[in-house]
Every structure is written in structure tokens, then in C-alpha cells.
């Protein structure tokens, strides 16, 4: 029986856990740093930072781990595939190298321009009085990016020239390289694939909610819910995204010399000219992980070992129903949040950054737990888990009321 060690704190990695646990080849799954509501599931915790590289390898060896899986976006930047590769311990994820199609926005830019994969139109500075001139010119809205890693919370969609300029002085404040990108308009997907040498999984399509408040507004977030599948995301339009944007990613990586074993995720935007892309990451999203990885009905422990060997995983999905989840944040998310505020203990909850002890949990960072469910249809699973919040104590927790509205209009 097989012994995995999933890296990462929160609600994706408590989901990767329970999936790797839920293996008849599986008989512990450990999580570092993880938190401690994932106890409550039998995922064992330890106490090693996610940039520990040096302790976490050693833990892998003397406690026999046969697989690692890293869940976030920093220790991918920060090489920690390469790492693992180095002292010869089986690793799922990208390498410093790749990872780079997250970690740096404009060589993600850079990518699709070069294998033709469709984006929207940018512009790149390296100094703020360029950077407002150019922005003075250009219609609004207009995108700014910060070319980094920012939870999240790197992008804003500036309405007003006055709002485009405040957001270029803050990006300038965080990094040396913005981005002021054409805004598209359009219907926003998660589309996620796992990927091992020329083979490759497509799991369901999702759509998170990245804004903070209904109706998206209010500031960005790392995500306040997700929903799959998305109706709007049909058949024909998800073979569209595979054959303009997926297989292109594929070959492009292959011809730069990228490939690893991990996830691809297409943050992808729907126009009228067909699906674009918006950002890449190399990792499963969340809270979108947490609604995806319950679809599995195969092995996932035998998917990702597949994976590794380049065989193609024999994968099935359930087809006959809507998963939704509602993450609840602390107050003041995303800005400085309020700590040790009581968090629910609910079975089979997703939790994030809490602490204290399962059954007493509280809050120790921003986005604390996930309550998922799934339905025979997206306005029963909404109708369901709004339902459940309504039975509990949140005290003033904060979540969005309005997840899976989007999917539940006409295109
Ligand atoms: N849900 C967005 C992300 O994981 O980056």
C-alpha cells in the first residue's frame, strides 16, 4: 500500500488529499503543512513549510513516500519539482521552468504569441510614467496586470482612466513589470487537463468566482466558489478550446522543451471569436479542485502514477450531476482579516487557513473553508448548499450569495 505526501495548506490540498486517500492503493496521506481541518478526514499533518525543500525531502525518505503532489502555485515557482527530481522521489507537478507559464505573465505572453494560441493584446512597461501615458490613450476598461505570482490578486479591471493610473502606481509598488492588457469581454471557464508526456486527461469544465462580492463586485479574491460543469460550455465549445488552445499548449511546451507531469489550467474567456485565454497556471485551481476532484470515479492515485509513466489513465467522470461550493472567507478578506473567529466543523467540508483543533477550528488567514455539494441539476445544488449555510453559525464570516448564478443565465 502506498504512502503520499500532498504539499500545501489549503482547501485544493485538502481536496488532492481526500481523492489520493480515497485509493484502494492508498494507506496514508500526509499533507505538509496542511491544517488541522484536515484531520478530521484522516489526512495526516506535519509541520513543514511548503518552501522547506531540504525537510520535506527528508521526510519523504524516511517515511518511504512513494508520491509527492504539490498543490500551490510559490513551491512550483520556487523549483521544488526540481528538487524532488533531483534526490530521485516520484513528484507531480511542473518544473521551475514551466511553472513559469504561471509565475511570469509575460512569458506566458510570450508563449502563446509564439505557438499562436489566442490572447488578448498587451502591452509591457518597465516604468510608471510610460506605463500612464500609454494608459491615457487606451479606452477603458482596461486590464492591468503585475507580472508575478499574487494570490490572485495581481489583476485589476480598471473602469476609469483615473482607476487605471491608481491601480499602475500600486503595480509598480509590488513589481518592475506590468502589463496593461486590452480588456475582452466574454464568459469566463476553468478548463484544467493533467498531463504526462504525450498523454492527457481533460476534467470537467468549472467556473470560479473571483470577485468577493455578488454580482462581481468588489476587489479580486483567490476565488469565493466554483460550479461544474458550466451549460454554457458545451460540447462544441470545449472541443474549440481543445483544438485552439489545449493541444496547442501541449505541442508548444513540447517544442520549448517544457513538458513535465502535472496540470495544465486554461483560465479561458469566451467571445465572440471563440475561446481565448486569460492566464495559465500549472496547478489544479481553488476552489475549483474542491468541485472537480469529487467527479473522479476512477483511481486517483492510478491516474497520476499513469501519468508519471506517460500511460494513459483509464479515467471516468460522473456525467449525471452539478457540483457547487461556497468558500467562506474571515472578515476583512482579501485585506487584512480578523484572526480566531469560530469556523463550523462540517463532515466533509474543504478547509483552508485554520487553526486550532478539529471540532474548534478557527480562523488564521483568509479563505477558511469550502461547503460543497452536488445535485441532479446546478439550481438544486445551488438551492442545497445555501440551504446548509443557512443552518449554521457564521457569526461574520463572509461568502457570496450568487454562486452558479452565471450559469443559470441564457447565453
Ligand atoms: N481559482 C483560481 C486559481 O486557483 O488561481
Redesign the pocket.
Known amino acids: 500500500m502506498a504512502k503520499v505526501l500532498v504539499v500545501g495548506n489549503g482547501g ?1 490540498e485538502h481536496a488532492i488529499a481526500k481523492a489520493l486517500l480515497a485509493s484502494p492503493q492508498v494507506a496514508r496521506v500526509y499533507c505538509a503543512p496542511g491544517n488541522p481541518g484536515m484531520r478530521l478526514d484522516d489526512i495526516q499533518t506535519v509541520a513543514i513549510d511548503e518552501l522547506a525543500f531540504s525537510e520535506l525531502v527528508t521526510f519523504a525518505r524516511q517515511k518511504a513516500i512513494d508520491l509527492t503532489v504539490i498543490g500551490p ?1 510559490v513551491p512550483l515557482a520556487a523549483g521544488i519539482v526540481d528538487y524532488f527530481q533531483a534526490a530521485g522521489l516520484a513528484v507531480f507537478g511542473p518544473n521551475k521552468a514551466a511553472a513559469r507559464l504561471e509565475s511570469s505573465k509575460v512569458f506566458a505572453k510570450q508563449f502563446m504569441a509564439r505557438h499562436q494560441i489566442p490572447t488578448a493584446g498587451y502591452q509591457l512597461f518597465h516604468e510608471l510614467t510610460s506605463a500612464i501615458a500609454y494608459s491615457r490613450e487606451q479606452p477603458v476598461p482596461q486590464v492591468i496586470k503585475v507580472d508575478g505570482l499574487a494570490a ?1 490578486k495581481g489583476v485589476t479591471v480598471a473602469m476609469t482612466r483615473d482607476e487605471a493610473e491608481a491601480a499602475l502606481v500600486t503595480a509598480f509598488e509590488a513589481t518592475e513589470t506590468v502589463l496593461i492588457e486590452d480588456y475582452v469581454e466574454g464568459f469566463e471557464f ?1 478548463q484544467m487537463v493533467f498531463v504526462g508526456g504525450d498523454k492527457t486527461v481533460l476534467l470537467p469544465t468549472a467556473q ?1 468566482h ?1 470577485r468577493l462580492l455578488d454580482d462581481d463586485l468588489g476587489p479580486n479574491t ?2 469565493m466558489g ?1 460550479y461544474s460543469p458550466v451549460p454554457q460550455i458545451t460540447p462544441e465549445i470545449l472541443a474549440q478550446t481543445v483544438t485552439t488552445i489545449i493541444e496547442p499548449t501541449i505541442k508548444g511546451l513540447k517544442a520549448d522543451d517544457l513538458s513535465f507531469e502535472g496540470v495544465i ?1 486554461v ?1 479561458g474567456i469566451l467571445t465572440p471569436q471563440g475561446p481565448q485565454v486569460i492566464e495559465y ?1 500549472l ?6 479542485a474542491q468541485i472537480l476532484l469529487p467527479q473522479c470515479q476512477s483511481d486517483f492515485y492510478q491516474l497520476i502514477v499513469d501519468l508519471l509513466q506517460h500511460r494513459q489513465p483509464v479515467v471516468q467522470w460522473q456525467t449525471d450531476e452539478t457540483y457547487l461550493g461556497v468558500v467562506l472567507a474571515a472578515p476583512g478578506y482579501p485585506g487584512p482579516t480578523k484572526a480566531n473567529v469560530p469556523v463550523p466543523t462540517v463532515p466533509g467540508a474543504d478547509y483552508a487557513s485554520v487553526a486550532g483543533e478539529p471540532g474548534a477550528l478557527v480562523s488564521a488567514g483568509g479563505r477558511l473553508m469550502m461547503l460543497g455539494t452536488h445535485a441532479v441539476d446546478l439550481a438544486t445544488a445551488q438551492h442545497q448548499v445555501y440551504a446548509q449555510l443557512a443552518q449554521l453559525t457564521l457569526g461574520d464570516l463572509c461568502y457570496r450569495h450568487d454562486i452558479g448564478a452565471k450559469g443559470l443565465t441564457k447565453t
Do not use: V
Open positions: 485544493r502555485e490572485g476553468s470560479d473571483k483567490g476565488g466554483a489550467y483560465g497556471n496547478r489544479l485551481g481553488d476552489p475549483e
